[in-house]
């Protein structure tokens, strides 16, 4: 089983400098409590370092563009303090805005950008997707199993209930396509699935 390192703690730190002020949509919780459960997901099917570190990070570089960051900054950081390697797995599951010609994408053509390149990801990119999703997922479940208004719970979300749950389904037949079998991917059926399941 994976154990602490000095550089997951290191990884925590700068997500959380990156991410502070931000929370969770539609809540309350602190945006790293997103990334903290990445890794805890990660970490309990024992993916090395790397992998764990890329899972922290993995949303930095897609959320956290602002006054005195530039993407071109944060990608440079993240290579300068945890190497090329977990670069590359974030991003790898970072949505783009732009397009290879400079052109904003919207929300469709994101997702497909997303899903195409997820295809040619690393295993490790792969596994924080997976983890990514499958936290996301179960997040959604238990604030809808807590509301009695399920449209307060999906209009958080930009395609709202049946647009993120196709969303969800194309990442686990993306990742299965690509031959992607890691235990994982049982998790990330069920909450797919359990998803659907719901009103």
Excluded at 89 to 114: F, P, Q
């Amino acid at each position: 089983m994976h154990g602490y390192s000095d550089r997951i703690n290191h990884a925590f730190a700068f997500a959380a400098k990156h991410h502070d002020q931000q929370v969770r949509k539609g809540t309350r919780l602190p945006y790293l409590t997103h990334p903290a459960n990445v890794a805890i997901i990660l970490t309990r099917y024992g993916c090395d370092d790397d992998t764990v570190v890329a899972g922290i990070l993995h949303d930095v570089v897609e959320d956290c563009v602002r006054e005195g960051w530039t993407r071109a900054m944060l990608e440079s950081r993240i290579a300068e303090k945890f190497g090329d390697a977990v670069l590359a797995a974030v991003l790898s599951v970072t949505k783009r805005k732009l397009d290879a010609n400079g052109n904003e994408m919207d929300r469709d053509e994101r997702n497909a950008d997303y899903l195409e390149r997820i295809g040619g990801a690393t295993d490790a990119a792969k596994w924080v997707c997976a983890a990514d999703k499958v936290h996301n997922a179960n997040a959604t479940l238990a604030d809808l199993r807590r509301t009695m208004e399920p449209s307060t719970v999906w209009s958080r979300f930009n395609g709202g209930r049946d647009g993120t749950i196709a969303f969800y389904r194309a990442v686990l037949a993306r990742l299965r396509g690509t031959g992607f079998s890691a235990p994982i991917m049982d998790e990330l059926g069920a909450a797919v699935e359990a998803l659907a399941a719901t009103p």
